[in-house]
C-alpha cells in the first residue's frame, strides 16, 4: 500500500496564495503518477492537476491553468501543488492520489488516496 499524507491548506483572501504538499510513503514503486484533485460540498471530485514521478507529464484543469503548478521532488517523495490568484470557487477539500499508470484524469483510475486538505479562499 501507498500512504499519502497532505498539507498547506487554509484560509486565505482572494488573489492570495498557498502551496500544497503531498508526501508519499510505502510502496511508492508502484505509483508512475500523482494526482491533485478537490471536491467542494454538493459537487463531484474533480482533478486539479497531475504530474509523472519522472516529470515527463503533467496535466492541468482548464479552471486552473495558468494559476496552478504541480511539480515534485522524487528524492522526498514529495508532490507540490503551488496555488496562485486564489479565487473563491476554488474553496474545497484538496486530495492528493496515486495511480499506476499516466495520463488518468479520473478519480477512479487512481489507487491510493490522502485525507484532504482544506482550502477556503474568502471574497
Known amino acids: 500500500q501507498v500512504q499519502l499524507v497532505e498539507s498547506g491548506g487554509g484560509l486565505v483572501q482572494a488573489g492570495g496564495s498557498l502551496r500544497l504538499s503531498c508526501v508519499a510513503s510505502?510502496?511508492?514503486?508502484?505509483?508512475?503518477?500523482m494526482g491533485w484533485f478537490r471536491q467542494a460540498p454538493g459537487k463531484e471530485r474533480e482533478i486539479v492537476a497531475a504530474?509523472?514521478?519522472?516529470?515527463?507529464?503533467?496535466y492541468y484543469a482548464d479552471s486552473v491553468k495558468g494559476r496552478f503548478t504541480v511539480s515534485s521532488d522524487n528524492a522526498k517523495n514529495t508532490v507540490f501543488l503551488q496555488m496562485n490568484s486564489l479565487k473563491p470557487e476554488d474553496t474545497a477539500v484538496y486530495y492528493c492520489?496515486?495511480?499506476?499508470?499516466?495520463?488518468?484524469?479520473?478519480?477512479?483510475?487512481?489507487?491510493?488516496w490522502g485525507q484532504g486538505t482544506q482550502v477556503t479562499v474568502s471574497s
Open positions: 492520489a496515486t495511480s499506476g499508470g499516466l495520463g488518468r484524469r479520473f478519480p477512479e483510475q487512481y489507487d491510493y
Open positions: 510505502g510502496r511508492t514503486f508502484s505509483s508512475r503518477a
Open positions: 504530474i509523472s514521478w519522472s516529470g515527463g507529464w503533467t
